[in-house]
């Protein structure tokens, strides 16, 4: 089959390689449409992934796909032909984090990768804990981003964002468009900072009220204040980028008593600085949402038409396995 191997730091190869075997609590998917998402990227970026991927390994995390084949032991109403979308990890039930219900920091957490492949062998803990079937209703291209629908979902709601409140969203890709189509559903009043005018322009669309290209700004910060009631800053803010700068102006745009998601996360090492003041006599409330527990990741099935149309609409292309290297380096 062809894949798309990742060797090391902007290293990715497409080569020809063995149909994966399966155990006897495994199952073989072929594989009808892969995500490349942030993660994805950063992973390109620093060539591995300290707990997702050791290369040489096949590369991606998300996908939709058909069974093609089944170990002896599955069972739970699977069949060969059955639509899914297989999580890109499952936790070990025993450790601290998943007695105390935060499966997602779950100390042994399974991860699998090989979306950017034709098959991908999907290791039986996640065939038993989160493997999910396609409703009729739901395309394949939908249904592969279920996973990052479902953290977008969980960022909401662990942000605590209610109707009438002013948002701001930080970082217009793939991610912080899924946030502003479900946050504007729900009656927010969202302000957008992008860096690209196709994302401006999309996240006018969806329904954000203002929405900015930061390399345009001289202070963003003052800027999205000014837009505010009384100029004291956003209910909330949501960081879907991951830069010491943008978590810096998070905290510096929300109001006093307000909400900080810090969703996207910094390179390892980074560092930033906040002005203790403004966070303890202001008392601002700092969140930072990874991952998804498994009773999260059916959630988009169950969502308004709003919610469930979101991944289509912030889809940015196609590309075929073997243009992988072109796509991320885009």
């Not at 946050?183 to 860096?195: E, H, Q, W, Y």
């Not at 999260?296 to 590309?319: I, N, V």
Request: net charge positive.
């Amino acid at each position: 089959m062809t894949a798309a191997v990742l060797y090391g730091r902007e290293d990715l190869k497409i080569e020809k390689v063995e149909i994966p075997a399966v155990g006897c609590d495994e199952v073989l998917v072929r594989v009808k449409v892969a995500l490349t998402d942030g993660t994805d990227l950063k992973v390109w970026k620093q060539g591995y992934h300290a707990r997702m991927i050791t290369p040489p390994a096949i590369f991606g995390h998300e996908l939709s796909g058909v069974v093609e084949l089944m170990g002896r032991e599955v069972n739970g109403g699977l069949r060969v032909g059955s639509r899914v979308v297989p999580a890109n990890s499952a936790p070990c039930e025993v450790c601290l984090f998943c007695r105390k219900n935060r499966e997602n920091l779950c100390e042994d957490l399974l991860f699998n990768n090989g979306a950017y492949a034709e098959y991908i062998r999907i290791p039986g803990r996640i065939v038993r804990q989160n493997m999910l079937e396609i409703p009729e209703h739901v395309s394949f291209l939908d249904a592969a981003m279920v996973e990052p629908l479902a953290c977008v979902l969980r960022g909401i709601d662990e942000t605590g964002v209610n109707p009438g409140d002013t948002v701001v969203l930080i970082g217009c890709g793939p991610i912080g468009l899924k946030f502003i189509r479900i946050l504007t559903g729900r009656g927010a009043r969202v302000i957008a900072l992008g860096k690209r005018w196709s994302q401006i322009r999309a996240a006018e669309q969806l329904g954000a009220r203002a929405a900015f290209d930061v390399s345009q700004l001289d202070n963003p910060v003052r800027v999205i204040r000014e837009l505010t009631e009384g100029g004291r800053g956003a209910d909330a803010v949501i960081e879907a980028v991951g830069s010491p700068t943008t978590w810096q102006w998070a905290i510096q745009m929300v109001r006093r008593g307000g909400t900080v998601n810090l969703f996207g996360g910094c390179p390892r090492g980074s560092q930033v600085e906040f002005d203790p003041t403004a966070l303890h006599y202001s008392e601002i409330t700092i969140k930072s949402t990874f991952h998804i527990p498994r009773a999260s990741s059916a959630r988009p099935w169950k969502q308004s038409p709003a919610a469930r149309s979101a991944p289509a609409t912030s889809s940015p292309g196609r590309f075929h396995c073997a243009s992988c290297r072109a796509c991320l380096s885009t």
